[in-house]
């Protein structure tokens, strides 16, 4: 039996519910011009989101999310990466990995917070890996991702060297 006419049941309520919370929390602040910027705040968003919403994680990890603001979402940060100089299948490939990090950290990081274990009397190497769910780290290692994203985009554009005058990296 349906909930309402238009939700088969209670996966897809679930899905139309972090639909419109994810709408109201992912569009970041800074410029689209700032291509890094933009992408890495739009990463923390989703990140942040996913951590706070459980149900909204357990939604990421079952199956792809194609409600209408994670399609937004994702041609929006498709459109910026190739606005800063990647092709289509670049741009495709960095969408996927910036955003298979992001919800990968994100089910470590609320794993971790909700078993709130203490760290009193933990050794030096716990408290360090314990570090590396933390949001600092979570941006750390997206700049090393961001990183790899323009030297490959540089790289692809000394291989052309037909892009004179053309969209910069």
């Known amino acids: 039996m349906s909930l ?8 897809d309520l679930l ?3 972090v639909d419109k919370l994810l709408c109201e929390v ?10 890094r910027a933009w992408i890495a705040e739009a990463a ?8 706070r919403q459980p149900a909204a994680l357990h939604v990421y990890l079952q199956h ?3 409600s209408p603001s994670a399609v937004t979402r994702m041609n929006v940060m498709m459109r910026i990466l190739k606005n800063a100089g990647l092709d289509e299948l670049t741009a495709r490939r ?7 990090y992001t919800i990968g950290f994100a089910a470590l990081e609320a794993s971790r917070t909700r078993a709130g274990h203490s760290l009193v009397g933990a050794t030096k190497l716990v408290r360090q890996l314990s570090s590396f769910t933390s949001s600092g780290q979570f941006l750390a290692g997206l700049d090393y991702i961001l990183d ?3 030297l490959g985009c540089r790289n692809e554009l000394r291989t052309q060297n037909s892009l004179i005058g ?4």
């Open 4 to 11: 309402y006419g238009h939700v088969r049941g209670k996966e």
């Open 15 to 17: 899905d139309e519910v």
């Open 26 to 35: 992912w569009r970041p602040r800074a410029k689209e011009e700032n291509w």
């Open 44 to 51: 923390d968003r989703l990140r942040r989101f996913l951590v």
């Open 64 to 66: 792809p999310v194609v």
């Open 94 to 100: 960095a969408y996927g990995t910036i955003h298979t």
């Open 148 to 150: 790899g994203v323009l």
């Open 166 to 169: 053309g969209p910069e990296c």
